[in-house]
């Protein structure tokens, strides 16, 4: 079963008389455990597409199912829950709380979570060793490199053990060797923790590493490269260009 | 989420800025410093205004012939107490009274070569404890006897205006029992100086016999007045010396103008206040919006992962509260010192103290610590302080995560 469900959403922003179709019928399915990646041009929606699918933001039409739930009608309390129970964020700026340290900052969405004292400091330490900054806890993110702040951002978004983990752009302010890293390092948490990862992206770096690229061009999918079974490749790459059904 | 970590972010908020901080807290402190200093030297003036006229003029409970008139002097046997001395007596025997004495007032003129004075003549029992304060602000020549016959006191400021000195003799006329101006001369024994201007200026004091013999009263007083131990007792002495032809006051009753007059008073200083506290509050309230504005992005971020907009509220208002504290605790310490300051060192008021009105206010005046007052002002300062910061976490709680996290 799909963990995120989008039936033609559509969203379209008003700056005073001018209006943008951000969202022109988007519909998608995720599943448990994937790493993929949605890429297209800039303005493309893409980063709507995330903040619709995490709960930031409504669509105008359409209806996004979580975890089977239909989150299109909740208020902004309900929606803040839920984004601090199933969602993690990684962002492209890190968005870090630039006054707490980077302990602080991984623990944060537990004490959201009211998760208890104890727990929280053994599973804020596991991740923060799992992005390999155990030697950096009370740094705060000024005294941190940019892949440093991107790898504390990660340990964030998976401390909760979240469904899926939406990382818009997260390579975009990072070099090659920091953003190879943080790929990495998400890749190897999605096969231990099977949290499933969906990434907005322009880089290269990122879709060599999705299992799937979703191209969106002028809000709508243009093409949706599923994890395909090997025949099915065989068959597409035997036909190129042919839609799929 | 737990509350205390809700702190935690709010104090780190307020670290992060530390001269805003710094300064706004400032702000309240110096605030509420200067509310107690004012209130504690405004509380003194009036305070000492109401122990003046109490020291002075009333006493804390007086008693008075049944038929005495309200507001102006009078020397007909009828409305004088017959034997007054017998009343004292029975008031020194209350255990809460510390002094009582008969006293007679007579409205006098005195006139030299120049000039003619209207003035206020109170003869006392010079040997009464009720005067030791009057004994104890004699600046030139001696306190009176019991049995002088023509000398009296004089203030020392009146004196000066009159240029006469101790020694000098002056004629009194004044209308006695029988409706009928008589004039006698009288030499000044000594001059005094209560502290009060007003006073210095127009009260002459003899021996209580020579008052009598001078307006015709006989034995008789104008009334018994009574120093009590603590002026609580004031009702209490007074329902026990009442009885038929006589009429009991307390110090409240006497001093009901005054009184009057002070809760007016008030009433202007707590605009006042008002104003005050309500610039501190402005301040707080631009401040957190500054660092709300400052912060949008931050407080996104915490949006986006899930903090509620109750939460977030919370988190400003709790900045607010260590601000408001903060400045609340430094502002009470500043505070205090200032109401210190003044009571040590007074202001003189001079000139103006003689322009105060009804209000017997001493030439210098001191602050006084008003415990009550104080506490008020600063639970008022620390509600207000967190009433004005609603405005900027309200605005912080409505902030969408999405386009707070598009600020960067
Ligand atoms: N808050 C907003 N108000 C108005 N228009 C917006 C807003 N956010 C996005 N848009 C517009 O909607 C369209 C889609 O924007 P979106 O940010 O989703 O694109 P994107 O694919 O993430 O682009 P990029 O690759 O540059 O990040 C763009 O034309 C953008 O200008
Ligand atoms: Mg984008």
Redesign the pocket.
């Given at each position: 079963m799909p963990i995120i469900e989008l039936f033609d959403i559509h969203k379209t922003?008003?700056?005073g008389e001018v209006e943008?179709r951000?969202l022109d019928g988007v519909s998608l399915n995720f599943e448990p455990g994937e790493f993929s990646a949605i890429v297209?041009?800039?303005?493309?929606?893409?980063?709507?597409?995330l903040q619709i699918m995490g709960c930031l933001d409504r669509p105008d039409r359409g209806i996004v199912k979580l975890d089977d739930r239909d989150v299109t009608r909740l208020n902004a309390d309900q929606r803040a829950e839920l984004r601090r129970n199933v969602i993690g964020f990684i962002f492209q700026f890190f968005a870090l709380i630039p006054v707490l340290d980077a302990y602080e900052n991984v623990e944060l969405p537990l004490l959201l979570a009211g998760v208890g004292a104890r727990e929280r400091r053994e599973r804020t330490l596991e991740m923060l060793e799992a992005v390999g900054l155990s030697d950096r806890i009370h740094h705060r993110p000024n005294q941190l490199s940019g892949g440093q702040q991107q790898r504390v951002a990660i340990a964030r978004a998976l401390v909760k053990r979240p469904l899926v983990v939406l990382a818009?752009?997260p390579t975009a302010n990072l070099d090659t060797a920091n953003g190879e890293q943080a790929m990495e390092i998400m890749q190897r948490l999605n096969e231990q923790t099977g949290t499933a990862f969906i990434f907005?992206t322009?880089d290269p770096r990122v879709m060599k590493f999705a299992r799937r690229t979703i191209h969106?061009v002028d809000?709508r999918v243009a093409e949706n490269h599923a994890p395909v079974p090997v025949e099915a490749a065989v068959r597409s790459l035997s036909h190129p260009g042919e839609p799929r059904a | 989420m737990t509350r205390t970590k809700l702190w935690m972010i709010a104090y780190r908020g307020l670290t992060r800025n530390r001269r805003r901080t710094f300064f706004t807290m400032l702000a309240v402190a110096l605030g509420l410093a200067l509310l107690i200093t004012l209130n504690g030297y405004i509380s003194g003036v009036m305070e000492d205004g109401l122990q003046n006229s109490i020291r002075l003029q009333t006493g804390h409970v007086q008693v008075r012939a049944a038929g005495y008139p309200d507001g102006k002097h009078s020397v007909q046997w009828k409305d004088l107490i017959e034997r007054p001395e017998e009343i004292a007596a029975q008031a020194m025997a209350m255990p809460e009274v510390r002094a009582a004495a008969p006293i007679l007032w007579l409205d006098a003129v005195l006139s030299t070569g120049e000039e003619s004075v209207g003035l206020q003549v109170y003869g006392i029992d010079v040997n009464s404890p009720l005067h030791d304060p009057l004994r104890a602000s004699v600046i030139a020549g001696a306190f009176l006897e019991a049995t002088d016959r023509s000398g009296v006191l004089m203030g020392g400021r009146l004196a000066q205006s009159l240029n006469l000195k101790v020694g000098d003799t002056v004629p009194l006329v004044t209308i006695n029992a029988n409706g009928e101006p008589v004039e006698a001369p009288f030499v000044i024994r000594g001059l005094f100086s209560s502290g009060v201007l007003v006073y210095d200026e127009s009260v002459l004091f003899m021996p209580l016999a020579r008052a009598q013999s001078f307006a015709l009263t006989g034995n008789r007083a104008s009334a018994v007045m009574i120093e009590l131990h603590r002026r609580e007792d004031a009702d209490k002495v007074a329902v026990a010396l009442a009885q038929p032809g006589l009429q009991t006051f307390t110090w409240r009753d006497l001093n009901a103008f005054i009184l009057q007059s002070m809760d007016a008073a008030f009433s202007f200083y707590i605009l006042m206040d008002a104003i005050v506290i309500m610039i501190v509050a402005v301040i707080i309230a631009n401040t957190l919006l500054m660092a709300v504005f400052e912060r949008v992005r931050e407080i996104g971020i915490l949006a986006a992962l899930g903090m509620k907009r109750l939460e977030i509220l919370l988190m400003v208002l709790y900045e607010a509260a260590i601000i408001a504290l903060a400045g609340v605790v430094v502002g009470i310490a500043l505070g205090l010192l200032g109401v210190f300051f003044l009571t040590q060192n007074g202001f003189v008021l001079g000139e103006m103290a003689t322009t105060a009105g009804n209000l017997p206010i001493s030439n210098v005046v001191y602050a006084r610590f008003a415990p009550d007052l104080f506490t008020w002002l600063a639970v008022w300062t620390f509600l207000i302080a967190l009433l004005a910061s609603l405005y900027p976490a309200w605005f912080a709680a409505r902030l969408e995560p999405?386009?707070a996290l598009?600020t960067e």
């Open positions: 922003y008003r700056i943008t951000a297209g041009p800039s303005g493309s929606g893409k980063t709507t597409l818009d752009e907005a322009h969106l809000g | 999405v386009r598009h």
